[in-house]
């Protein structure tokens, strides 16, 4: 827990950081080809991908033997990182566009595609649980982007340009660490099988379209929104979005963690053993006892709290943004576990078509609501998308691998929001509301029998075995 802690905190927390940083001292206009830019650079290397992330993690998972599949994937990654980068530049220099947003977006693939290209050496030491390595380097990493754009706000040149260069000295200083980590650490070999690639791509293909259609879920509102909207409207969304996915950190921390035992758990047999039931039980009550506190808390001081930081640059102005995509965190929380579930079990063809079904849905509706509402139009489509994904999802794995109950999750999100209506109502400073529903909202979760220690001790015990 703390080393994929680690990483969760160096890229989510310190990454969060250095964008409010960035949010906070330039334009919006420049803050949202900063966001535009980036989200269209990781559909691109999602694209690039070919879904073989998540399968190459559960192979050396599964087996000692297919180490292999890290070095195909790294070979795959930086040939394809390279070829498109000189693509776009090509692109944008016959094109000679006058937009800021394609003129930037080579550069910013170039930040993005450094990263892409060291992502399979991270995951085969996640897939081989070793989370510190990446963690300690992306700190690092991290902690010097934040110093660098503190020390260019102090001498006032904290400009997009500037942004830039940061963004790729720093992805390039991540690469070239963990290659180093691996060629000295390790016993990966990065001798190319051609025939095994295409085994391991062969593979991939069965859920590549829904790899892509699910970057799509999380980036195309963002997309949509630059060629929809004005800059100030995807300024707003992309830090609402930004705090919102900084929310899911514990997620993100436990996500690599079960992803490996589900797939040796469901190496042989497609379904969960009885005695194992419980545990997983458990485990999504815990989880949501967790995050349906998240969004209470988050929802009470982010008006208040955000025009004191950003200098009333953000809160009020998209607030209601955050209450929508705020909601999505249980969710998010209870799809993971089913993801992870389904994964683990192979079932790649259903993943996949529940993934497109969402993906196409969620296209549909920012479409028809982005024009009238804006960022509050993407944001509701997006939880739309979201409710409609975690409900075939559930249906999934309650019909082929484990019946989950989904009362619990239902019950606690009632819980905080009944809560925050109750506390809202007293009219008193921020923080002592949120005190008094942070404190109604555990005695009546524990009260009521909804969470105990013996749910504790399993959530435990199914992560530290």
Not at 86 to 105: A, D, H, M, P, R
Not at 228 to 251: I, K, N, Q, W
Not at 300 to 320: F, M, R, V
Request: aromatic share 14%; glycine share 4%; with cysteine.
């Amino acid at each position: 827990m703390f080393s994929s802690g680690l990483q969760a905190l160096s890229v989510q927390v310190l990454g969060s950081i250095f964008f409010y940083i960035v949010s906070v001292y330039i334009s919006k206009d420049d803050f949202a080809i900063i966001s535009w830019t980036n989200a269209v650079s990781i559909f691109i290397t999602t694209i690039l991908g070919v879904g073989l992330e998540q399968v190459v993690i559960r192979r050396i998972a599964a087996s000692q033997r297919s180490d292999w599949a890290a070095a195909a994937y790294f070979t795959h990654s930086f040939i394809g990182f390279g070829a498109t980068f000189v693509f776009l530049l090509l692109v944008e220099k016959i094109t000679g566009s006058k937009s800021e947003l394609y003129n930037n977006l080579p550069w910013f693939f170039l930040a993005q595609g450094l990263i892409f290209t060291a992502l399979p050496l991270k995951q085969f030491l996640n897939a081989k649980e070793r989370f510190a390595p990446y963690g300690v380097i992306s700190i690092i990493s991290n902690i010097g982007k934040i110093a660098a754009a503190l020390l260019l706000v102090k001498n006032g040149q904290l400009y997009l340009n500037t942004v830039l260069i940061i963004l790729i000295c720093t992805s390039a200083i991540e690469l070239i660490s963990l290659l180093v980590f691996v060629l000295t650490k390790t016993c990966l070999s990065f001798r190319f099988r051609f025939s095994a690639y295409t085994r391991l791509v062969k593979e991939s293909l069965a859920q590549y379209i829904a790899v892509i259609f699910d970057i799509s879920l999380s980036r195309m509102d963002w997309i949509l929104l630059g060629i929809m909207a004005t800059g100030s409207v995807l300024a707003d969304y992309s830090f609402a979005y930004r705090a919102y996915e900084l929310a899911r950190l514990p997620m993100l921390i436990i996500a690599p963690i079960i992803l490996p035992r589900f797939s040796k758990l469901l190496s042989i047999n497609n379904k969960v053993d009885i005695e194992y039931e419980i545990y997983i039980q458990s485990f999504n009550r815990s989880e949501q006892f967790l995050a349906a506190g998240i969004p209470l808390v988050l929802n009470i001081i982010w008006s208040p709290l955000l025009q004191i930081l950003t200098k009333g640059k953000y809160g009020e102005s998209n607030s209601a943004e955050f209450l929508i995509l705020s909601l999505c965190i249980p969710l998010q929380f209870f799809m993971n576990l089913l993801w992870s579930l389904a994964f683990g079990a192979k079932k790649y063809k259903s993943v996949s078509l529940i993934t497109v079904a969402c993906a196409v849905t969620n296209i549909f509706l920012n479409v028809a609501l982005i024009p009238k509402f804006g960022g509050a139009g993407a944001a509701t489509a997006f939880f739309a998308t979201t409710i409609l994904q975690a409900g075939l999802y559930f249906r999934l794995v309650r019909n082929e691998i484990i019946k989950l109950s989904l009362l619990p999750n239902l019950l606690f999100i009632a819980d905080a929001a009944l809560c925050y209506l109750l506390t809202s109502m007293l009219h008193i400073h921020f923080l002592l509301q949120l005190t008094a529903a942070v404190a109604l909202y555990l005695l009546t979760a524990v009260f009521t029998g909804l969470i105990s220690k013996q749910h504790v001790r399993n959530f435990k015990y199914l992560l530290a075995e």
